[in-house]
């Protein structure tokens, strides 16, 4: 039997994975022949999907951009044993924009079936917490501080320092949650893990759990994100089936579980006392701070709040070792981060490496420059409250306090590429309406600014006293 592998990734899907599958599972019938199709998670190729990957004995051979029109050809090719055909693509993990990542985060990710325990844990899955259980709580958060990991989701904050924090905390009970509301333009990550590779976020969280003595942890997930929902959901129940969620987990006296909850569309629920807010029922607005949700978090209890890749990354942490986590990246920013390359780009997609590539290397040598051919003007990096770094600037290496010197930040990891065609009047008046329809209306330099800050950028598109404009949206911005 040929054992094949056609993803159930959003992306995919949103290319015709489904019918791909259909068309294969027809034709192998007719032909007579045994196929397996086992529906695994995007390799992060995006400009490639549907990717289907054939098990053959030098590897696994993919074949990109594959409609459900191609199959009986692809059939005719002999590609069930690799054969040549014209959306072959070679070994896969030769390919050369696969093979220059360090993957770390997403290493398992497009690899195995992402709601099969056994899968999982043949390929490394649980090391980290069984190794979390034999050190004990004080040496798995000294680890992860060892690491260098700083939070994904944006604002780079120590994570071992978050985990000791709440662990010091008194009191018998202490909450996991994990922030899954992606909400900015051009960023997948959180969605590609939560689909392709979900028992890594489950260990995360069991491991964080122990280490800070937390008995139950919530997953707080967007609600664009129905696919995600379903594929994590599957995981927990196979978890839980396994032994690895809920009562003595994997056989140890510690107990945890994990909730699984949907957000209602706001972007301001992406602020951690938002999310919270939300999780309790009430309206999602910000608390103010202090107190730090590490002190007084989740109904009144300490809390551990960590973004999706940030929990998905205490697993290989754990198993390898906090140095070794730490011998990537530069400065302050270690490990790896997974770019997310979006927009007027050739060859979008998922890109882990180690913190220090330049713009020019990630947007020009990686991303394959502006798919339309013409040239790169500028790259928003950090969602819609980042930044529009231009052409000058791109020897800025991807780095929290490098963005932050040029008046930046890295935000998630996302990119979102634009030609030379770009308006980019028009750019910074969506970025300002985009604040202004978010706003969750509590603070008032948000609520009113916001609005005036579109009005006043219309005008100045329509070329009224443009000059004192300017200046008047510098003084709002």
Known sequence: MTKMYIPRDMAALAMGAKKVVAAVQKEAAARGLDVEIVRNGSRGMLWLEPLVEVETPAGRVGYGNVTAADVPALFDAGFLSGGEHKSSIGLVEQHPYFARQQRVTFQRCGRIDPVSYAEYTANGGYKGLDRAFSIGPAATIAEIAASGLRGRGGAGFPTGVKWK?????????????????????????????????????????????????????????RAEYPIAAQIFAEALVAARAAGALGKQVRGSDFSFDIELRMGAG????????????????????????????????????????????????????????????????????????????????????????????????????????????????????????????????????????????????????????????????????????????????????????????????????????????????????
């Open 266 to 477: 706001a972007y301001v629920c992406g602020e951690e006392t938002s999310l919270l807010e939300s999780l309790e029922g009430k309206r999602g607005i910000v608390r103010a701070k202090p107190p730090l949700p590490a002190h007084v978090g989740l109904f009144g209890k300490p809390t551990v709040v960590n973004n999706v890749l940030s929990m998905a990354t205490a697993p290989m942490i754990l198993a390898d070792g906090g140095a070794a986590y730490y011998a990537y990246g530069m400065d302050r920013s270690r490990g790896t981060i997974p770019l997310q390359i979006a927009g007027n780009v050739k060859h979008g997609g998922l890109f882990e490496a180690p913190f220090g590539l330049t713009l020019n290397e990630i947007v020009n040598d990686i991303g394959g420059g502006a798919r339309s051919g013409r040239p790169v003007r500028a790259v928003q990096v950090g969602g819609p409250l980042g930044a529009y770094l231009p052409v000058s600037l791109f020897e800025t290496r991807f780095d929290y306090e490098a963005y932050t010197k040029v008046n930046s930040l890295i935000g998630h990891g996302g990119l979102v590429v634009f030609d030379d065609t770009v308006d980019m009047s028009w750019m910074a008046r969506f970025a300002m309406e985009f604040c202004a329809i978010e706003s969750c209306g509590k603070c008032t330099p948000c609520r009113i600014g916001s609005i005036r800050g579109v009005e006043t950028i219309d005008k100045i598109r329509a070329g009224e006293n443009v000059a004192a404009n300017i200046d008047l949206l510098k003084d709002l911005c």
């Open 165 to 221: 924090t709440v662990a010091d905390c008194p009191g018998d009970k202490r909450y996991v949650v994990v922030n899954a509301d992606e909400g900015d333009s051009g960023t997948f990550a959180d969605r590609m893990i939560m689909e392709g590779d979900p028992l890594s976020l489950i260990e995360g969280m069991t491991i964080c759990g122990f280490a800070v003595g937390s008995d139950k942890g919530y997953v707080y997930l």
